[in-house]
C-alpha cells in the first residue's frame, strides 16, 4: 500500500498513510502520546500530550524523521513541529485498532 500512496502525491494520502503506520515507526510508547496531525511541504505536525512530551521531544525531531522518511522509503519529511494535542479520546477505538484482531465464532449448523 505504501507505494501506491507514495503515486499518490497528495498531503491527506501521506497523512492517512502516516497514521496507519505510526506505531510501527516510532513505537508503542511514543505512539501512545503523539500522532501525526499534518504532513504537507516536507513539514510534519505531530500532536504531543502535555507541554513536557512536546518539550522531552524536541531533541527527537531529526530522529522521527529519519525514522518516517525509513519508513517512507524517500524524503517525505524534512522539518518536525510539535504541537499541543486537542482534547479528545487518548485511546484508539478496538474498531480502528489495526492491531487487534476480532475474535470469530465458527457457526454451528
Known amino acids: 500500500m505504501g507505494t501506491v500512496v507514495k503515486r499518490i502525491e497528495r498531503p491527506e494520502a501521506a497523512l492517512a498513510w502516516l497514521t496507519s503506520s505510526w506505531t510501527t515507526i516510532v513505537g508503542k510508547t511514543l505512539a501512545a502520546h503523539t500522532r501525526p496531525m499534518r504532513c504537507q511541504s516536507g513539514l510534519l ?41 486537542k482534547p479528545g479520546p487518548k485511546r484508539v477505538p478496538r474498531e480502528l485498532d489495526n492491531e487487534h484482531t476480532p475474535f470469530v465464532r465458527k457457526r454451528k449448523g
Do not use: Y
Not at 45 to 54: I, L, M, Q, S, T
Open 45 to 85: 505536525e505531530v500532536a504531543a500530550d502535555g507541554k513536557g512530551w512536546r518539550k522531552q521531544l524536541e531533541c527527537m525531531k531529526a530522529e522521527f524523521s529519519a525514522r518516517v522518511n525509513q519508513a517512507w522509503g524517500g524524503n517525505l519529511v524534512r522539518e518536525i513541529k510539535f504541537v499541543a494535542a
